[in-house]
């Protein structure tokens, strides 16, 4: 199929009728203000947004906010807002474009702007996809404040940071009598809802200020595997497509929204287009991060140090697809009450099949890196749930060390492995203050405050366990440490 058309509005006659978006952009007035432009928001709440107006109607288009980077802002920019999802790996490739976006923001250009989007009373919704380390929280849930965080929130900077943002936001809207608004994350944060809330009023007092009235912030939680957008990708979409699109977004068919229903300003009928609406989202965000997030990144620690590149390659390392059932099935099912009608033995299944999803091309890097803000909440809950019990979760710990000597720099082979997290330089300097034993190691990263509690920090059994299975990978390698405990 040759492509001769660039994505705009002009070209939406030209698309294949199954591959139009569901509403036309710049159609729908702004109803909801999103922190973070990157493809999981626009393969997911975005598409979801959009198929709930297309359903039922309202004002929810959506201003995307670029936090630093102009590069995708200026591209949707060129496209009149449009872009398309490829979906992989089910079969033929599908393309669809989406027209929800009706307008943008920049939070390094412009902060201004995003406040002022904000306090309009139009919004009823400000939403979050950024990373971990965007929300300046530790992991007790502590606003990292420094001097700039203090200046942006005090109003003696301009608010870039996503803290500030939100502050400076809701003090303008107080001021302008803009009525209630709902704070949502949809971020893989345990507690997410009143992660932010805490951060919001931390960062109010630093403001001088309190929480306004008419404010919510729901938890939720949010599941669909959204893989870097490739070169090949950008080819692909244009083929099904049908116009070349530069800022096309890749996943795969499965996707789930499960969001505590508290907005005093209104919301799309999400519900309508399968988000599940419901008063406690704890069980389905406790689920999804021990038994699907850990599982990730369990694969994406021990296939990096296996020299593997994909996720999917990590689940070719033989015995490792056993090892992870038994780390699921031992470990974290006695963690996990999980709701009505789900398994976590049977979640974990779904997980692993999706992950066996070559087509996602899912880097095992990528998943590695911001280990210090991931395993807090991915992890360490179910070492400690396990260790109040009495219990030895020893395939938890199998993990955690993994991560321990992928924090160390080196791959079984000797390549060395890029550390891409906010602690990097703390680690560095923690290791070369010991010596490179596993005692060494074990005990310089269990010293880090920002990701052990005392309680595991001085759990002799934990390090006991955490030093004999780092000296098994160290001496073996991945392969034959997992490929011995399958036999």
């Not at 979409?237 to 907005?263: H, K, N, R, S």
């Not at 296996?306 to 031992?330: K, N, Q, T, W, Y």
């Not at 400690?384 to 321990?404: F, H, N, Q, S, Y």
């Amino acid at each position: 199929m040759t492509v001769t058309y660039r994505l705009d509005r002009g070209a939406l006659t030209s698309l294949p009728e199954a591959s139009r978006p569901a509403v036309v952009p710049g159609s729908v007035r702004p109803g909801v203000v999103h922190l973070g432009l990157g493809a999981f928001h626009r393969a997911h709440q975005a598409v979801f947004t959009e198929s709930a107006v297309a359903a039922s109607g309202g004002d929810w288009g959506i201003i995307g906010v670029a936090p630093r980077s102009r590069d995708i802002l200026d591209k949707l920019r060129a496209q009149d807002g449009l872009y398309s999802v490829l979906t992989v790996g089910d079969g033929a490739d599908r393309a669809k474009a989406v027209g929800i976006l009706a307008g943008f923001g920049h939070a390094a250009g412009d902060p201004y702007g995003v406040v002022a989007a904000i306090a309009d009373p139009a919004v009823r919704i400000v939403s979050m996809t950024v990373t971990e380390k965007a929300y300046r929280l530790d992991p007790g849930g502590r606003l990292l404040l420094d001097d700039e965080l203090r200046a942006q929130l005090t109003g003696h900077a301009p608010p870039t940071t996503v803290p500030a943002l939100l502050v400076r936001g809701l003090l303008r809207r107080q001021a302008a009598g803009g009525g209630p608004l709902t704070v949502l994350c949809c971020d893989n944060l345990m507690g997410n809802g009143p992660r932010i809330r805490g951060l919001v009023e931390q960062a109010l007092d630093v403001a001088g200020a309190q929480l306004p009235g008419g404010v919510a912030f729901p938890a939720t939680m949010v599941d669909r595997i959204v893989p870097a957008t490739s070169a090949g990708h950008i080819r692909r979409a244009a083929v099904a497509l049908g116009a070349d699109d530069a800022v096309p977004v890749v996943a795969e068919q499965f996707t789930q929204w499960v969001i505590e229903d508290d907005f005093p300003g209104g919301r799309p009928d999400w519900d309508r287009v399968g988000a599940i609406m419901t008063d406690d989202v704890t069980s389905w965000e406790k689920l999804k991060l021990r038994a699907l997030n850990a599982v990730h990144s369990a694969c994406a620690y021990l296939g990096a140090l296996a020299g593997r590149e994909l996720i999917a390659d990590s689940l070719e390392i033989p015995g490792l697809p056993a090892v992870l059932r038994r780390f699921i099935a031992e470990d974290i099912a006695p963690t996990v009450e999980p709701p009505p009608g789900v398994t976590v033995a049977g979640y974990g299944e779904t997980a692993l099949g999706r992950f066996a999803n070559r087509e996602l091309g899912h880097r095992n890097l990528q998943v590695a890196m911001d280990g210090t803000q991931k395993l807090p909440h991915r992890l360490l809950g179910t070492i400690a749930d396990r260790r109040k019990t009495g219990e030895t979760p020893g395939w938890a710990i199998l993990v955690l060390a993994a991560w321990m000597r992928f924090a160390r720099g080196y791959a079984d082979s000797g390549a060395p492995l890029h550390l891409d997290d906010p602690l990097a330089n703390r680690i560095r300097e923690a290791l070369a203050a010991v010596p490179d034993t596993a005692p060494g190691v074990v005990g310089a990263l269990l010293a880090l405050p920002e990701v052990f509690p005392p309680h595991l920090a001085g759990d002799e059994v934990l390090r006991t366990e955490l030093i004999r299975w780092y000296g098994e990978l160290e001496r073996h390698g991945v392969e034959a440490t997992i490929g011995g405990l399958a036999r």
